[in-house]
Each structure stands twice: as structure tokens, then as C-alpha cells.
Antibody
């Protein structure tokens, strides 16, 4: 059974930093593309970033480029999102998602339960 | 960036009825479109990908159609557990992948 368990969310002041983690199990982590998708309170879904299975290829939404860094440790089956220079508009539930097998981006067939990041003074 | 517009914003129907949800893209996405279901307090669930392929474990009452700029998600006969918010997503012009604003399917 595929499981994605996020951690690391919380309350942070504007300009601060936070690192999210996602522990994956139930599939061969190193062969799957992974992404982060966020959802502001009461709002829709917003793609944040995607990383290839080997970790060598990353992409970011313009809204987070230069501030967020996606990475992975395949030896630990863990995905990360380092978030710096946080803004109020980054407040959201952050989901760790597995991209559908056979696709290098896009469709997310498994989602974690999400971790809430609140940016406020 | 491709903008996806979903309609209607809210759809009120009764169990057993047929639901038709629409997603329109600002430019062609070919067949590179997915549908997700999200219930309150839960993560989204992938229903349909590549416009018409059901994801693993999705009941046959869910079907997707369309190509280019106009897409439809159809639920043939609504079950009580189908009342939720539905999102479409495109991956044709990537990055970024983009989502529609959602359609809320509520019990009438």
C-alpha cells in the first residue's frame, strides 16, 4: 500500500524558513517522479514543484522559484521541500504527491494527508 | 500559462441523477487532462487521466470525455459518496501544470 506522510509544517513569521519532509513507502521511491502541490485555506489546488526519480531534474512554479528547493533522498525514500523567504501568500496545506507511473510530470495518483504551513506575524 | 475554467461553480443534484461537469481550457491541451475528487478534510483523489482513462479503482460510473479545449466529467448515477468538489488539471503546457477552480457537487 502506497503511503506518503508529510511533516514539518507549522507557524512561521514572514521572511522565515521551513523544511517539509515526506516519508514514502509501499512503492519503489527512486523510480517515481514526485511533486508538491499546495492548497490555500478554502481555495483550489496549486502546483509548487516536481522532481525526477533520480533527483537531477527539478521544476518550480514561478511564484516559488528562487525561494523554494525540492530535493529527495532515495536511500531514505524521503522527499523534501525547503521553503525560504516565506510570505503570507504561501499559507496553505502542502501535499506530497506521487506522479502516475509512466509520466514524467502531471497526474498525481497518490497524495499524502497534507501538512499546514501558516505564515503570519 | 493555460487557464482552466470549470462550470458550473456549484451543481445541485439528487442521488441517482446524472452529473455533467465541464472544464474549458484557454488553449488546446490535446488529451492531457485529468479529473480529481476532493472531499472535505481529505486529499484529492485521481479519477480520470488523459481525458478518458479511469485511474485504478475508480468506479465505472465515472467517465471522462473531450479533447482540445472542452472536457466533460460524467457521473452516470450519483451515489451519496460522490458529493464533493471536483477539479480538472492540465499537463500539456508544462511547467506549470494548472488546475481549474473546482466544481462543488452538492446534494439537492
Amino acid at each position: 500500500e502506497v503511503q506518503l506522510l508529510e511533516s514539518g509544517g507549522g507557524l512561521v513569521q514572514p521572511g522565515g524558513s521551513l523544511r517539509l519532509s515526506c516519508a514514502a513507502s509501499g512503492f519503489t521511491f527512486s523510480t517515481h517522479v514526485m511533486s508538491w502541490v499546495r492548497q490555500a485555506p478554502g481555495k483550489g489546488l496549486d502546483w509548487v514543484s516536481t522532481i525526477s526519480g533520480g533527483g537531477g531534474n527539478t521544476n518550480y512554479a514561478d511564484s516559488v522559484k528562487g525561494r523554494f528547493t525540492i530535493s529527495r533522498d532515495n536511500s531514505k525514500s524521503t522527499l523534501y521541500l525547503q521553503m525560504n523567504s516565506l510570505r503570507a501568500e504561501d499559507t496553505a496545506v502542502y501535499y506530497c504527491v506521487k506522479v502516475l507511473s509512466g509520466y514524467s510530470y502531471g497526474y498525481s495518483d497518490f497524495w499524502g494527508q497534507g501538512t499546514l504551513v501558516t505564515v503570519s506575524s | 500559462e493555460i487557464v482552466l475554467t470549470q462550470s458550473p461553480a456549484t451543481l445541485s443534484l439528487s442521488p441517482g441523477e446524472r452529473a455533467t461537469l465541464s472544464c474549458r481550457a484557454s488553449q488546446s491541451v490535446s488529451s492531457s487532462l485529468a479529473w480529481y475528487q476532493q472531499k472535505p478534510g481529505q486529499a484529492p483523489r485521481l479519477l480520470i487521466y488523459d481525458a478518458s482513462n479511469r485511474a485504478t479503482g475508480i468506479p465505472v460510473r465515472f467517465s471522462g470525455s473531450g479533447s482540445g479545449t472542452d472536457f466533460t466529467l460524467t457521473i452516470s448515477s450519483l451515489e451519496p459518496e460522490d458529493f464533493a468538489v471536483y477539479y480538472c488539471q492540465q499537463r500539456r503546457n508544462w511547467p506549470p501544470e494548472t488546475f481549474g477552480q473546482g466544481t462543488r457537487l452538492e446534494i439537492k
